[in-house]
């Protein structure tokens, strides 16, 4: 009992990871109907600007963590008029092999930059964490849990309470609809790629002192989100993140209870299960109805 | 001076032509019908005004200012409102939602008074008030319709472009939708509506124009256009009004 409790912490640490890169794929694929395949390099960006703030130039942690965060806004405004914006009026394969191709330039320019040679990035914390009772809780994956508790709640809120919520909502539903109603729909998509480079670079900062910083992290997160978006119901933002905590669950249990070196095999076995038996995931059917 | 006017439009899409240069001029305070049969244009020239494509030849006049091949956020703005084919309500948003977004095109307004512009909205049309929080998708066409006239009059527009507003829906909602465009009408809103069904169009029209494989065919007032034996039996006749 004391182990399923002590998985069950470290998979929803791992899972909200995957939430929170997922909210990225799902909000950017409802804005624009296209998946962003450079998703997972958002977080590894941000990861190495991280490393490059606070290890290499020394700032202060928490002002190292905001300077990253900005370099995601910026990058995220820069990926969208660079690698979507030209394309906009065309189908979604053009688009896809954009992002794809901009995926493959983030991944070789860190490694142009910075060299293969991986990074450690320390916690957020001084206290690699503590003991409640039978359970060990990690610093980081508590930091992780909170922060991404954290963004949905504040996401829930803005979506549902704002105004601009509700634009962003309506562009993502029907863009020239929106466009006749007065709202600005480039704006709109443009704070789309913002806000989800910056939560995929939240994700990337957050995960790096529990992995290695490398150029390869993006790939293997995105796959893990992608595979939590198709899970939950692909373009559904609950469902990213009940597919994302899902899949961390679910990975943390088979690494425990079945082989350690098959660990990213379960995330995958559990994608293909869904693919074949249930493809418009946990919540399709909602989605399904709408349209 | 007009508050619309089409001078010698011509719209094409890619190849195709579908509006080989047709002109039009709507009063204030008018309602004006366009008629005519499916793919006589008539959907064509309202994208056309409201920017949703932009005219390959002549111009479009609004209060005498040229708006051919502005973005529609800029020509709702000058005070353009289009109710496109199909309703467009935004299917995962409430109807009050949905409605309040009708006033996206006017600036310094709080999300309070929107609010209760929107709710005053329902008095004009009681029909949907008791869906004020349902999601769009839930809706009848005929109640979609509802929103999406609303919405389009939050926009406090100086004209409305109606296309097809009783298009697939039961005799009775027609009814209904008509009325509104009636009231509307007595509010002082200039309106270019396009219909298939004559009859329905022609009843609350100032003037008709007849369209027809994107040239103006005739114009006149509906007595005229509803005289005109030929005519009747070409384009207005009992058909289409069945058909609809």
Known sequence: MDLVLQLLFTGIGIGSVYALV??????????????????????????????????????????????SLIGMGVLGAVFNLAVYYPLRHRTYLPVIISTIGASILLANATLAIHGPEPEVLSGWFDTPGFLVGPVYLDSQYLLIIAVTALLVVLQYWFFEHTLLGKK??????????????????????????????????????????VLFVS??????????????????????????????????????????????P???????????????????????ERVAEKA | MPLLELKNLVVRYGEIEAVHGISIAVEPGEVVTLLGSN??????????????????????????QSIAGLKPEEIVRRGIAHVPEGRRVFPGLSVKENIMLGASNRSGLSRRQIATEAEAMFDLFPDIRRFSGALGWTLSGGQQQMVAVARGLMAKPRLLLLDEPSLGLAPVIVQAVFAIIAEIRRRDTTVLLVEQNARMGLSVADRGYVLETGRLALSGTPDELWGNEEIRAAYLGGRTASAA
């Open chain 1, 22 to 67: 997922a909210l990225g794929f799902v909000l950017i694929f409802r804005a624009t109907n296209v998946v962003n395949f450079a998703q997972g390099e958002f977080s590894m960006v941000a990861a190495f600007f991280m490393v490059m703030f606070s290890v290499k130039l020394g700032l202060p942690y928490w002002l190292a963590f905001i300077v």
């Open chain 1, 168 to 209: 962003l909502q309506a562009t993502s539903q029907d863009k020239e609809m929106a466009a006749l109603l007065g709202i600005p729909v480039a704006l709109m998509i443009m704070v789309t790629f913002v806000y989800s480079a910056v939560i995929g670079g939240l994700a990337g900062i957050l995960v790096a002192p």
């Open chain 1, 215 to 260: 150029i390869h992290m993006g790939a293997t997160i995105a796959l893990k989100a992608f595979a939590a978006t198709i899970i939950g119901g692909f373009g559904d933002v609950t469902g990213a993140i009940i597919g994302g905590l899902a899949l961390g669950i679910i990975e943390t249990f088979g690494a425990a209870y079945v082989s350690v």
């Open chain 1, 262 to 284: 098959y660990k990213d095999g379960f995330a995958f076995l559990v994608l293909v299960a869904f693919l074949v038996f249930r493809p418009q995931g946990i919540f399709g």
């Open chain 2, 39 to 64: 793919g006589a244009g008539k959907s064509t020239t309202l994208r056309a005004i409201s920017g949703l494509v932009t005219p390959a030849a002549g111009d479009i006049l609004f209060d005498g």
